[in-house]
């Protein structure tokens, strides 16, 4: 029984060196997975690949960071994606032992053109006239009922605007608002479409 013991506790320590002297050996990336606008991208996939074989991959956090540690010494091409966007690729990532090489914000995640939400909208007067240059705001509506800024734009001389979107299921509130006039709509999306909605604002005549 002794000597089992001895067996075990031996095997840990050899274990525990092993780890140390393996970690020790290795470095890393870290950085944010983000879009054109700044914002983070969660659950994006960052892969580290060399020789055209995957090596190690992590998932980013709520707010597009992730650490990918673990990796011998040398370069690797870190490829980012996420359902919706298209993918990224940064190629010849130096690694170096001990270190964990910071990328930054330069993993940029565009909406994949083929899939994506489109909402487009018309702002008018109660006449029936076209409002151009009014100023629209698009908000996410949360289960909670929470609301969360996604954008903003000016309608054209047309009285147009359009936003567009990943892929998802959610649920928006569109507000316009034009020479001391505002009113909103919610659309709710369930997938890839284009998406319209109409927005009357309640101005008068003279404006």
Known sequence: MK??????LFA???????FSVHAQETGGVKGKIRTAQGDGIA????TARQNGEDVKSVVSDAKGNFVLDGLKAGNYNVVFNKNGYGSGVLYNVEVKKKKTRDLGERLVLTVDQGMQVIIKGSV????GRSVGGAEIKIEK??????????GSSVASYSGEFTFRFSEEVAKYR???SAKGST????????GAAIYRLAITLKMSKEN
């Open 3 to 8: 000597a089992y013991s001895k067996f075990i």
């Open 12 to 18: 840990s320590i050899f274990f525990v060196v092993s």
């Open 43 to 46: 659950a994006a996939t960052v």
């Open 124 to 127: 008018f007067a109660p006449d």
């Open 141 to 150: 509506i949360s289960s909670d009922g929470s609301l969360k800024k996604v």
């Open 174 to 176: 569109v507000t316009a």
């Open 183 to 190: 009113a909103s709509k919610e659309i709710e999306v369930d």
